[in-house]
């Protein structure tokens, strides 16, 4: 019989971790359906006991989102403006049964290309918490998902938490999901933005980030520099889609999903260029 | 093992079981709690949402090492002596249908409801948005838990039971979790399991080989069945002619997810085999796709050139010139594999008995599967006996076997009992599914608005197998040319082989498919004679008198008009609604509302399709209706027993019911063709009828007298004059009956000639249907806004029920319209093959137009079907109607939508 462990410390599932490497559950909603009708394979390292992991953490310069946080505390969490669009994504993964039990750094670790959260983590400028026996380590998630279901995780690590941190001034985050019906859907193309405001309105800083257009999510650099120092204009777009390397699937095709990328961008823009947003 | 405590509905308790074990199988599998249901082990259906900390979980994503010192209710924990308000809500607005899904919702809703006491839609539809239902269309449950306050519909009085709104009879099972599933019906005593050995590939030959080594390694296997265990006929199918699909494949797969071996032993020395262990070679053939199949070499010896059958119906002169002043109008459309996606998977379990065989399993057809079991296994119809469990839906897949032949070689070789459970992609893989059709259609009205000729070709992909292809073949032609009177008319059809999964029976057999067609025919010939498109298809809609294409003249009963009437304020006043909305400049947003009519014979195709039942008086005074008519949620155990109990002269609450056992019900034909309202009604009818007589006479007393049901005893009142008839002295039969009536009806209907001239079908239904929606003409996302429907019933026995089965059939149609797609191999999972959600369909408004049909029950016709086949066209019409696209490749997914638009722009029409 495979080992199956539940640490209710932080120190005993870093030892586990270090002793041998073990398949991680927090959740269990992608790591459950992985594995068709049948049980769970492997050695399973249950994190879900692990005490004071749960909160959504407020600081003076930087939110904590720790590695049992699920999608439904983050609904429920006192959050900014600036998680507009990560709530947003929080409210169409999957049904309030995967919400209940879906973590956020699950939805990370697990790096579909098609994960809602990612995107969103980005525009958020969010690092991953990293630990393990030898110590703690930061790495941007842009530097944490590597590729379709490939993250930079080492086996003895674990993934404590996300730190977003609190932007200069105002923000507002918008979310923008294309998927083929209202609930329980993969989306086809999705746009995350985060846009930070100067006193007078103007764009001071802008993160933007696509999913499902390319192995793993990504952002445009050349759009978030043509924002600065701007109102969000819808039509700076089309220039920047570079990054984007979008494929043929059953839910659409790659010419599609760009023409549609850059729809939903126009429409981020215009949600962040509306007065509420630059009041936010 | 690790002894895991837990709060279970209250009560402490402990599993001991494999921490990593799936909540779901942890409460069926060792606590007996199989109202948590499975629906696919993946988070996809929510049918075993259960609550965990009061918080919905999908108990198939929660190890059961998680739960430890938690708090877990179910299903079985809500009515622990009265029924909750909410269940009581289920009921009376008919939130359940076949009860699949139904726990699933209710422990979502209780969430909600504990959170927000009175919630409004938006938040009904959040809180049940994981929580996929294929029956209901969801209005009802919305409804239910927007009430949940609600008393459970009253009984009607004795003779007021058709008609009325009662709660349906197998009701209570559905809303507490009781109601026993194919995989919640289990053996008594130890069963051995099977596990199916599938091919990986569309075509291929393979050679099993040495399984000496696999036996070896796991000594717990029993037995590995190949084609060569099958003791009787290996291959099966619907039709005497079409018996072409093999228990298990020999040498040669047609199709992916087609089984070549069966693996027989316990449950958990199977799961312990890896597929790479079981020695198959597979020698991989090209596949045969829809495109060049008839240019292929067959893959039967009775399909030259992969053409299974053909249909045609022909009337008038299709080539006659048209009129000066004529218009014209042609469509290509094609469509694609549609999975009937009922949220059960198929399962059940077979035991031998002496020189008998039982199959306990979902079925909508038992008596069809006794006598293909017989063929299989070499013995004779009596000795199979079928019992077909509660049917977690059908929608036609449960109408070919699936799980029966290879439990039943199982059982009857090894002598033990077996049982079979089908995952979610087994199921999607290996079943089969509706026909994608490629169709060709050119219409011709005249300038006086009347239609003057309709061509139609279909040619509809029956992949690997027969199954019901030839029903699509036949039924196809007769409809195509819409509900109509058209005076020349040449419609065909072609069934062809392809190595896809076989296409078999799916709500409306080829209907759904050509209607498409007809519609958007309809559409382009109102608009080139200026006509409104309401109007346009009243003038020429099939009407009493009229002579349809089959040269069948209709009665009284043919009311598309009186649909089209009902609906043409609503027609009026949400087109008005869509262009003020256009006008005011709502981009990229355009709204358009779209019509779609249709018809549909009631029944077999020119077939014989009788309907036999009985029904008795026990000593008690009870009376029992013995009904082989399989309820797989549409209500048929209801809609039968209020037809009795009037025929009868019985309140509705002292009829009993007994079900679905081959060994105890007449054959009441299969449940399929929107036939047992109208076919096994009749029979009910005419049984309860017999009784009567039977009681009556036996009294003395004349047609009009009144019978009171005592306990032991019916009282008798004839004018002043009352007799009592003890029953406590009758004898009783082995039944335990003392009086007995027997009823039978066939439909009548003629052979169809070389040109299909004849009678098809004894009733036809009517019904049209409007739908707006909301393009996103940037995207190319449709959102569906409201829809109303026009429906010609006969007589709604239960008009909830009716309700139920066009919100039903309205959401099959949408999906149908806008986002399902099979594909195989690549959507075997309810996240890649999308079905609507309770955030898809709109608000639904449905009218019942009753003009009695002369030879229904109390003048009842068939629903099930008719339910579905307006909805697409509407849609598809009311998206042509927003922005001037024509939608000619279903599903409209936003990329075909997008695409649409710009080729119309292109060419000016938008």
Known sequence: MDAWLRPTSLADALAALAAAPRVILAGGTDLYPSHGTSSLPGSILDISALPGLRRIETHADHWRIPCLATWSDVIGAELPASFDGLRAAARQIGGVQVQNAATVIGNVCNASPAADGIPNLLALDATVELASLAGTRHLALADFVLGNRRTARRPDELAVALRIPRPAGPARGVFEKLGARRYLVISITMVAAVAEYDAAGRVRRARIAVGACGPRAVRLPGLEAALEGRQPEADLVTPHLAPLAPIDDVRASAEYRLRATAELLRRALDALGTPRARAA | ?910
């Open chain 2, 1 to 910: 093992m690790t002894a895991i405590g837990f709060v279970l509905n209250g009560r402490e308790v402990v599993a001991t079981a494999p921490p990593r074990r799936r909540l779901a199988a942890v409460l069926r599998d060792e606590f007996g709690l199989t109202g948590t249901k499975i629906g696919c082990d993946a988070g996809d259906c929510g049918a075993c949402t259960v609550l965990l900390d009061g918080a919905p979980v999908c108990a198939c994503l929660t190890a059961l090492g998680q739960v430890e010192g938690r708090a877990v209710a179910t299903v079985e924990g809500l009515a622990a002596s009265a029924l909750a308000p909410l269940q009581r809500a289920f009921l009376r607005h008919g939130a359940a249908q076949c009860g699949i899904c139904t726990p699933g919702m209710l422990m979502a809703a209780m969430a909600l409801l504990a959170r927000t006491p009175q919630p409004d839609e938006a938040a009904i539809a959040d809180a049940l948005g994981g929580v996929l239902c294929r029956c209901t269309g969801y209005r009802a449950i919305i409804a239910a838990v927007a009430d949940a306050a609600a008393t459970l519909p009253e009984e009607p009085p004795s003779g007021a039971a058709v008609g009325a709104r009662v709660a349906r009879r197998d009701g209570v099972e559905k809303v507490t979790g009781r109601e026993r599933f194919g995989a919640d019906a289990l053996p008594a005593g130890p069963f051995l399991t099977l596990r199916a050995i599938r091919s990986p590939y569309p075509h291929a030959r393979f050679t099993i080989g040495d399984l000496a080594p696999l036996f070896a390694a796991h000594p717990a296997l029993v037995r590995v069945l190949t084609a060569a265990d099958v003791p009787g006929s290996l291959c099966y199918g619907i039709y005497a002619t079409g018996k072409d699909q093999p228990v298990l494949a020999e040498g040669q797969v047609r199709h992916r997810g087609e089984p070549v071996c069966a693996l027989v032993g316990p449950a958990e020395a199977l799961a312990a085999i890896a597929e790479a262990e079981v020695p198959i070679t597979w020698d991989i053939l090209p596949p045969v796709g829809f495109d060049d199949a008839t240019a292929t070499q067959p893959l039967h010896a009775h399909a030259p050139e992969n053409i299974l059958c053909r249909g045609r119906v022909r009337a008038g002169d299709p080539d006659a010139a048209p009129p000066a002043g004529a218009v014209r109008a042609g469509i290509a459309i094609e469509t694609s594999f549609v999975e009937h996606a009922y949220i059960e998977p198929e399962a059940g379990y077979a035991r031998r008995v002496g020189d008998r065989i039982e199959i306990v399993a979902c079925t909508q057809t038992p008596y069809m599967d006794r006598d293909a079991i017989a063929g299989i296994l070499g013995i004779t119809p009596e000795q199979v006996r079928i019992v077909p469990t509660a049917v977690g839906g059908g929608f036609g897949g449960k109408l070919d076997l699936s799980v029966q032949p290879l439990i039943a070689v199982a059982a009857w070789l090894t002598g033990r009992p077996v049982r079979m459970v089908y995952s979610r992609s087994e199921s999607m893989a290996s079943t089969t599914k509706r026909h994608p059709a490629r169709i060709r259609a050119e219409a011709v009205a005249g300038a006086d608005g009347r239609l003057f000729s309709v061509r139609f070709h279909g040619d509809f992909n029956t992949g690997a197998y027969a199954s019901w292809g030839p029903t699509v073949a036949n039924r196809v032609p007769v409809h195509a040319a819409g509900p109509y009177a058209v005076p020349n008319v040449l419609c065909t059809s072609a069934a062809i082989h392809t190595t896809d999964p076989p296409a078999g029976a799916f709500r409306g057999f080829g209907v759904p498919q050509a209607a498409i067609a007809h519609e958007a025919l309809m559409d382009a010939l109102a608009d080139r004679l200026g006509l409104d498109a309401l109007e346009f298809r009243l003038r020429n809609a099939l009407r009493p008198g009229s002579r349809t294409p089959t040269g069948q003249v209709l009665g009284a009963d043919a009311a598309l008009g009186a649909c089209l009437e009902a609906l043409r304020p609503r027609w009026r006043a949400w087109r008005d609604e869509a262009a003020a909305f256009n006008a005011a400049r709502h981009r990229p947003v355009l709204r358009g509302v779209g019509i779609g009519c249709m018809w549909y014979g009631i029944g077999n195709t020119s077939l014989s399709n009788p309907s036999a039942m009985a029904i008795g008086l026990a000593r008690t005074g009870r009376i029992v209706l013995f009904s082989g008519a399989v309820d797989i949620g549409q209500g048929s155990n209801t809609v039968l027993a209020q037809i009795a109990a009037d025929a009868l002269g019985a309140p509705l609450g002292q009829i009993d019911l007994v079900t679905g056992d081959t060994d105890r019900t007449r054959d009441a034909g299969k449940t399929s063709a929107s036939r047992q309202t109208f076919v096994s009604g009749n029979a009910a009818l005419r049984a309860a009828l017999a009784l009567r007589a039977e009681i009556l006479r036996r009294a003395n007393a004349g047609p009009a007298a009144r019978i009171a049901f005592l306990p032991g005893a019916l009282q008798v009142s004839d004018g002043g004059r009352t007799s009592t008839l003890a029953l406590e002295s009758l004898p009783a039969d082995a039944e335990g009956m003392v009086l007995r009536g027997e009823g039978y009806f066939d439909p009548p209907t003629t052979p169809l000639d070389q040109d299909g001239q004849g009678i098809p079908y004894a009733s036809f239904a009517f019904a049209a249907q409007i739908a707006e929606v909301a393009v996103d003409t940037a995207l190319g996302t449709v959102t569906v806004r409201r829809i109303a429907a026009a429906h010609e019933v006969g007589r709604a026995i239960n008009p909830t029920l009716v309700e139920g089965q066009i919100h039903g059939g309205i959401a099959q149609g949408l999906g149908l319209a806008l986002m399902e797609e099979y594909v195989p191999g690549r959507t075997e999972n309810l996240h890649d093959y999308l079905i609507p959600t309770i955030g898809d369909v709109p608000p639904i408004e449905v009218m019942l137009i009753e003009e009695a049909d002369a030879l229904g029950p109390f003048g009842a016709k068939g629903v099930g079907e008719p339910a579905l086949v307006a909805t697409a066209p509407a849609i598809l019409n009311a998206i042509a109607a927003a922005t001037g696209a024509r939608i000619t490749r279903v599903p409209a997914t936003p990329e075909r939508v997008l695409a649409a638009i710009l080729a119309a722009r292109d060419e000016g029409r938008a």
